[in-house]
T-cell receptor, first 114, second 114 residues
Framework: KQEVTQIPAALSVPEGENLVLNCSFT??????LQWFRQDPGKGLTSLLL?????REQTSGRLNASLDKSSGRSTLYIAASQPGDSATYLC?????????????FGQGTELSVKP | KAGVTQTPRYLIKTRGQQVTLSCSPI?????VSWYQQTPGQGLQFLFE???????NKGNFPGRFSGRQFSNSRSEMNVSTLELGDSALYLC?????????????FGEGSRLTVL
């Protein structure tokens, strides 16, 4: 059974810092891994998706890496801003994914202080 | 283009009642998935519909059901509500045939059971 873990559960940093969020999964037979952002009381916003054959994806100040063999992914946020404050979730789709079933981690709650 | 639309956004019910939530996917998306989010359990997969057929189901009791219409809109129903059903219910859509399997989420329906 696939399990996804995110460490740390919460993180507080001063504005401008570079930071890394971690995600680990127990079954390496994944189709893809997706990082989301969730603001309080809101839905999920897709940030980056990495296919199992890829090693990393970049979008602006965000960079996500994937090491399938070790069951790990990291989300790197450069030059953090107060607007980055949110909960970040990673989710994996199994290799037999038929579109909509993801297994989520519990999330990392990020607070960026001005 | 318009994103995933969920209605209603907020609702309050009492134990024993039933509730129906609606989800309109992104135009052209034919797969709709439903998730339950609670503080204790996080995000959990409920079920997925594609072409009016349920093709994936999570580990929830039979009180949770859903359906999809020919225009890809989906509804989920919860009967005999329990206090523990209080949660944010999220709907996501994805394109059929997409190699990425990227999911796009709505803002959610916040259900409170009293």
């Amino acid at each position: 059974k696939q399990e996804v873990t995110q460490i740390p559960a919460a993180l507080s940093v001063p504005e401008g810092e570079n930071l890394v969020l971690n995600c680990s999964f127990t079954d390496s037979a994944i189709y893809n891994l997706q990082w989301f952002r969730q603001d309080p009381g809101k839905g999920l916003t897709s940030l980056l998706l990495i296919q199992s054959s890829q090693r990393e994806q970049t979008s602006g100040r965000l960079n996500a890496s994937l090491d399938k063999s070790s069951g790990r992914s990291t989300l790197y946020i450069a030059a953090s801003q107060p607007g980055d404050s949110a909960t970040y979730l990673c989710a994996v789709a199994g290799i037999y994914n038929q579109g909509g079933k993801l297994i989520f981690g519990q999330g990392t709650e990020l607070s960026v202080k001005p | 283009k318009a994103g995933v639309t969920q209605t209603p956004r907020y609702l309050i019910k009492t134990r024993g009642q039933q509730v129906t939530l609606s989800c309109s996917p992104i135009s052209g998306h034919r797969s709709v998935s439903w998730y339950q989010q609670t503080p204790g359990q996080g995000l959990q997969f409920l079920f997925e519909y594609f072409s009016e057929t349920q093709r994936n189901k999570g580990n929830f009791p039979g009180r949770f059901s859903g359906r999809q219409f020919s225009n890809s809109r989906s509804e989920m129903n919860v009967s005999t509500l329990e206090l523990g059903d209080s949660a944010l219910y999220l709907c996501a859509s994805t394109r059929q045939g997409s190699n990425t399997g990227e999911l796009f989420f709505g803002e959610g329906s916040r259900l409170t059971v009293l």
